[in-house]
């Protein structure tokens, strides 16, 4: 579904943020991708994304290029941002999510069936009106959600979900992304807390200096996180059997 070859990128200050970056991922998928800051996460996210053209390299979505086919790969590609507020563009909820599918040209009654699905989905059909600046931090990342959801992507990519939610919006957080990967959509997510997701994910990657370092199967990796410069998760650290965020 995704191919990205020989992946390079670097900003006009020097700065090489990724170096070589070769990854396939498959249909369905639900990828960690993991690393200290300044690895590259955000970047690679932003090339998948077709916000960002890269120096050098290629990424295929469903045989589309991320970077000359952008408007093919924005229907089926959405990112969430680490800060939502950064993408929330609307007064209300429902003007919030609209905004996407108004901008792929659709006609008035099919965004408003998207807008009231993709609200379904995320549990905010009662908060429709609301405006966003009253949201709480969980309502806001569910609402920038909705938002890539009503576009119908088949690809979410999720930088860095968990930051600045508490315990409960954490949770909150997290099931509406399982239950995304149970409905078909292929997941990747960028975190510095591998534990919240790893009880979840299909495969992770490991990211350092713009290298994907290791790629495989957590139970195969998991145990030699701190080598690259990640945290191990604490059923790691204390010698226990894998365990999920959601008990």
């Not at 995704?2 to 070589?20: E, F, M, V």
């Not at 009253?134 to 806001?140: A, D, F, N, Q």
């Not at 998760?233 to 010698?239: A, D, R």
Request: proline letters at 5%; one cysteine or more; glycine letters at 10%.
């Amino acid at each position: 579904m995704i191919q990205i070859q020989n992946l390079h990128h670097r900003y006009p200050d020097g700065t090489y943020a990724l170096k070589g970056i070769h990854l396939t991922i498959s249909k369905g998928e639900f990828i960690l991708l993991c690393g200290p800051n300044g690895s590259g996460k955000t970047t690679l996210f932003r090339a998948m994304g077709g916000l960002l053209k890269p120096s050098e390299g290629s990424i295929l979505i469903n045989g589309f290029d991320a970077f000359k086919d952008s408007f093919q790969v924005r229907q089926r590609v959405g990112l969430v941002f680490q800060d939502p507020d950064c993408q929330i563009v609307g007064e209300t909820v429902r003007e919030d999510i609209a905004f996407g599918p108004e901008n792929l040209g659709l006609t008035q009654k099919e965004v408003s069936e998207r807008v009231n699905w993709a609200m379904e989905m995320m549990g905010l059909q009662g908060l429709s009106e609301k405006p966003c600046y009253l949201l709480s931090g969980g309502e806001k990342k569910r609402l920038a959600i909705a938002g890539v959801m009503a576009m119908k992507p088949e690809v979410i990519l999720f930088d860095e979900p968990f930051s600045s939610l508490d315990y409960p919006g954490i949770q909150e957080v997290l099931r509406y992304m399982i239950h995304l990967h149970q409905e078909g959509h292929t997941l990747m997510v960028t975190t510095h807390d591998v534990e919240k997701v790893i009880a979840h994910i299909t495969r992770m990657a490991i990211l350092r200096h713009g290298e994907i370092q290791a790629l495989g199967e957590p139970e195969h990796l998991v145990k030699g996180l701190s080598q690259f410069g990640v945290r191990p998760p604490c059923y790691v650290l204390l010698g226990k059997e894998k365990m999920t965020w959601l008990e």
